[in-house]
């Protein structure tokens, strides 16, 4: 069975400053889709990016961008020009290329510092 | 246009009562899925629905939880005999396809006394 491991529970940054979010994964797959989603405390989980893991290039969204390493199974979030509107928890997800449910990480909840 | 929402946002139970979590999901979208948000288990898939039928039921934890869903639209989620260890915040979200990005409800948030 697939697992995704957020080996830091929490983290903090200035704002306006970049920040780094980790997560790694174990697969036997070749085909899979990864996702980062952001909880606030309105608990509505929103989906910030996603990556196809036959995709070399890194997904970006705004100041949201990823450095998908596949070989390395590691998927990690960076938030450029943190703003205060982005304290929350963030999960990041696996879904198989054949499944359809996502297999969430711990969670790392990011705290912006005025 | 409207996001999934779901009903209620909070309940409180009795141990041993029956409980009935309601989702609504995107219109249109054709698949629905159930989680679990539980201090001590994460985040955990319970149960997926393409249109009304269940292809993947392998999350739900017991014989006490069941889902239906009708007309391709409004799902329920029953539990019975509700334990403690029912509490936790149930997620709803949908999709307009499988395989494609599921969108998230606020969850109901099931407190078991």
């Known amino acids: 069975a697939q697992t995704v491991t957020q080996s830091q529970p929490e983290m903090s940054v200035q704002e306006a400053e970049t920040v780094t979010l980790s997560c790694t994964y174990d697969?036997?797959?070749?085909?899979?889709?990864l996702f980062w989603y952001k909880q606030p405390p309105s608990r509505q989980m929103i989906l910030v990016i996603r990556q196809e893991a036959y995709k070399q290039q890194n997904a970006t969204e705004n100041r949201f961008s990823v450095n998908f390493q596949k070989a390395a199974k590691s998927f990690s979030l960076k938030i450029s020009d943190s703003q205060l509107g982005d304290a929350a928890m963030y999960f990041c997800?696996?879904?198989?290329?054949?499944?359809?449910?996502?297999?969430f990480g711990q969670g790392t909840r990011l705290t912006i510092n005025p | 246009g409207a996001g999934v929402s779901q009903s209620p946002s909070n309940k409180v139970t009795e141990k041993g009562k029956d409980v009935e979590l309601r989702c609504d999901p995107i219109?249109?979208?054709?698949?629905l899925y159930w989680y679990r948000q539980s201090l001590g288990q994460g985040l955990e898939f319970l149960i997926y629905f393409q249109g009304n039928s269940a292809p993947d039921k392998s999350g739900l934890p017991s014989d006490r939880f069941s889902a239906e869903r009708t007309g391709g639209s409004v799902s329920t989620l029953t539990i019975q005999r509700t334990q403690q260890e029912d509490s936790a915040v149930y997620l709803c979200?949908?999709?307009?396809?499988?395989?494609?990005?599921?969108?998230f409800g606020p969850g109901t948030r099931l407190t078991v006394t």
């Open positions: 997800a696996y879904r198989s290329e054949g499944a359809q449910k996502l297999v």
């Open positions: 219109s249109g979208h054709t698949a």
């Open positions: 697969t036997s797959e070749s085909d899979y889709y």
């Open positions: 979200a949908s999709s307009l396809l499988t395989r494609s990005e599921q969108y």
